[in-house]
Nanobody, 126 residues
């Protein structure tokens, strides 16, 4: 699976932003899709994941209630809707795909994903 993330940019605290991740190469609906982020000087961290059907999602506590993951299997695209952005959300955001079910703890680890996009930078100013 080839993944292409887009939609990053510079926003102010409190703003919203929607990231997209377009997939190609394999059957998109066979994969659960996750979002991770990496801030400067920090390790990559889990943001959230959506099941292959879109019926189940999990989120990191730091974004729960503010971020929403959606997917459109007809368009081979997954979205990360980010609301009420904070300066601490500043990071490069990556989308990733995994064949494994998402009810295991590996859904929140980078090693639990098979394919990665190139990342898109989100900067939130105070």
């Amino acid at each position: 699976v080839q993944l292409q993330a887009s939609g990053g940019g510079l926003v102010q605290a409190g703003d919203s932003l929607r990231l997209s991740c377009a997939a190609s190469g394999r059957t998109f609906s066979d994969y659960a899709m996750g979002w991770f982020r990496q801030a400067p000087g920090k390790e990559r961290e889990f943001v959230g994941v959506i099941s292959w059907s879109g019926g189940t999602t999990y989120y990191a506590d730091s974004v729960k209630g503010r971020f929403t993951i959606l997917r459109d299997n007809a368009e081979n695209t997954v979205f990360l809707q980010m609301n009420s952005l904070k300066p601490d959300d500043t990071a490069v955001y990556y989308c990733a795909a995994r064949r494994s079910p998402i009810f295991t703890s590996t859904r929140a680890t980078a090693s639990g994903y098979d394919y990665w996009g190139q990342g898109t930078l989100v900067t939130v100013s105070s």
